[in-house]
């Protein structure tokens, strides 16, 4: 019965742990501000097949992520989530609409560059976090993250720029990802994906991510903001230089 409830091509084993990778990356994300997503993405992409790992993630972080800004809600900046959600439309629409098929190295590299400069280089000019600045990132991020499934690392760089206070940064961060993956089920659903398949896991995969995000926050409670930024900022500099050494080895196949 149990395993009558996954898809054909997973284990029962394989689920157990990506079930308990849900938990732990979940708690990683809600306690250091990003890096859980990226994290579940590799563990998934070992094991499940190759067109099902960008919409069936994308619904898992929808789930986890919606949990955590229902955990955090009163933290959320709304006026940055009000230019982001547009942003979300136009780049979800133009993603849907082109179809492009850039290799994903680039990307990459594109990704990586601005993650590290945004963490380490100059302050970018104050109107880019404007709603204008806001509303360019979301609908660059929402276009690219349609292709590659991993613009978290981007986004969460780019609002901790705005905020500070680590469960201000914790909670939009959140909410803006749940806008982003959301339009990924009408999208991946049109062009012929089956949810309906892998329904029941994602489903048990976002109840565990529930469970890691509500201990999570308990570590986050733990931290101060001065801390919180610094293991953001190293979190975000370890997920860039993988995607750069990610986009080496895939540059040099593509040649």
């Given amino acids: 019965m149990e395993i009558a409830l996954l898809p054909e091509s997973l284990s029962l084993s394989v689920a157990i742990f990506l079930l308990a990778s849900s938990v732990v990356t979940s708690m990683i994300t809600a306690s250091l501000g990003a890096g859980g997503g990226v994290l579940l993405l ?14 069936v993630h994308g619904m898992i972080q929808l789930g986890s992520n919606g949990g955590r800004t229902i955990l955090t809600w009163k933290h959320i900046d ?117 949810f309906a398949h892998w329904l029941p896991f994602i489903l048990a995969m976002i109840a565990c991510g529930f469970v890691g995000t509500w201990l999570g926050l308990r570590v986050l409670h733990s931290l101060n903001n001065h801390w919180f930024s610094k293991a953001l900022n190293l979190v975000l500099t370890v997920l860039a230089l993988r995607l750069i050494w990610q986009a080496s080895l895939a540059a040099h196949w593509w040649a």
């Fill in 78 to 194: 709304w006026r940055t989530i009000a230019a982001f959600a547009p942003g979300v439309i136009l780049g979800a629409a133009a993603g849907a609409w082109l179809l492009v098929s850039l290799p994903a190295y680039l990307w990459q590299l594109a990704i990586a560059g601005f993650v590290l400069y945004l963490c380490w280089g100059p302050s970018l000019p104050k109107g880019a976090f404007g709603p204008v600045g806001v509303f360019i990132a979301a609908a660059l991020t929402s276009f690219i993250s349609l292709f590659v499934g991993a613009t978290g690392p981007l986004v969460a760089a780019f609002i901790k720029q705005i905020h500070a206070d680590r469960f201000r940064t914790v909670a939009t961060f959140a909410t803006a990802m749940v806008l982003q993956h959301a339009p990924k089920a009408l999208v991946f659903g049109v062009t012929g994906f089956v």
């Fill in 42 to 55: 590799i563990l998934m992409a070992t094991w499940m097949p190759a067109a099902a790992i960008i919409p």
